[in-house]
């Protein structure tokens, strides 16, 4: 993963809250091993939403979650940054 997907997908996350982020999700320790699970899941025929694997801001490990297109995650720092998110 780039650096600047990796950053935004920490912001992001921030942003999100810790329930949404990493919540009850699992936690995988390297991001080979994420990325190895989400193309299983996505393998899968009954996959509804693309998925991808992420870095948590929480626990510092990665998770796997909805696939956000570069211009949305910007879009969401952007937007939580002028509602004053933390």
Known sequence: MNQELYDLHKDAGRKAGREATCGKK????TEES????AASMNAKPTT????????CFFCCKWHVGRKMPLDELRSYVETADS???Q
């Open 26 to 29: 699992v936690a995988y320790n």
């Open 34 to 37: 994420a990325a190895k699970a």
């Open 48 to 55: 509804r939403k693309e998925l991808e694997h992420y870095p």
């Open 83 to 85: 509602r004053g998110d």
